[in-house]
């Protein structure tokens, strides 16, 4: 018995598994906890700031893009956009959507809120939307999000936003004014 009467001609461009999309489910379902996590994390990678000029970002790049890719990929099935949007997408990766769209969904989503495309697939604005109604910063998806550099593709972006945080602090406290 099909699940819809949707059945694409071909096969989707973005093939996934089964077992992807119920850890995906998950962290959405979860993701006050994993902004708790993602917050404490980024904190202590802003604290590294010195390790990271020390050793340098670019040679720092390859050990932790390592790290990144295995946590994101089992937790959010990541596709390492190198610019993430998790913490403003409700723990949804935005990636998934087989269009990328990165800010809300197309006028294709099927009445059970299952993806245009993949009918089989929840769309992942569906669920952003639901994940984000969980989180403290939930209204961050609201915001409006950039086209996507793919220069940066593959590029860790743990350590982008962590070198983004550590120039705004430099910044703030060169603005701050002298007692
Ligand atoms: S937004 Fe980009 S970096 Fe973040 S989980 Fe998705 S593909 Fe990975």
Redesign the pocket.
Known sequence: MPRSAYQPASRSPVTRSRAFYSVRLWSVRHSRGLERIYKLLAGIFLKLHPFWTFVGYKRAEKPVVLVEKAV?SFL?D?????????SDTGMS???NCPKSLRNGPCGGVRANGNCEVEPDMPCVWVEAWKGSRHMRAGDNILKVQPPVDHSWRGSS?WLRATAEAAEEKAAAKEGAPTS
């Open positions: 994101k959010f990541c596709r390492m956009c190198g610019q993430c949007a998790l990766c935005p990636m972006a």
